[in-house]
């Protein structure tokens, strides 16, 4: 696949997440490769346990189980594709509002992602910790 088919299925995918306020999680498993890896800048910190490095497309339900099930999307808003080969960094924005405690984490976001032959391969996301954990914990 070319940079511009990779940026093309990372822009419907993301806005369907937004769209959906995260319910289209199904949708990212259609062009992950079997051997997918995941990565977050929490890496797995007590406030967001799920968000850690996952080895394998068949173990990442996990994140979004967890993702789903303490946080309630806001919006996700893409700013800005940056393509070379087969990498592709996404630049926007994100803003979730936690369940437990009502706190509103919004915060920039960058995600980092690599194909392979038409297929993700690796993932990972960068945005301010210490504004979500606060969300997670207030007090």
Not at 50 to 55: E, L, M, V
Request: charged share 25%; with cysteine; proline share 2%.
């Amino acid at each position: 696949m070319s940079t511009e088919a990779n940026v093309a299925v990372l822009k419907d995918a993301y806005a369907r997440w937004h769209d959906s306020k995260g319910s289209s999680v199904d949708h990212w498993f259609d062009f992950m490769a079997e051997d997918f890896r995941f990565g977050s800048l929490a890496r797995g910190a007590p406030q967001m346990a799920f968000a850690t490095t996952y080895d394998g497309r068949h173990t990442l339900r996990g994140y979004f189980d967890g993702l789903l099930s303490e946080w309630e999307m806001i919006h996700y808003t893409v700013d800005e594709y940056v393509a070379q080969g087969e990498a592709v960094f996404v630049r926007g924005s994100t803003a979730w509002r936690n369940k437990r405690t009502g706190c509103v984490a919004d915060t920039p976001k960058v995600d980092f992602w690599r194909f392979r032959d038409g297929k993700a391969v690796e993932f990972f996301d960068y945005y301010d910790t210490a504004h979500v954990f606060a969300a997670a914990c207030p007090g």
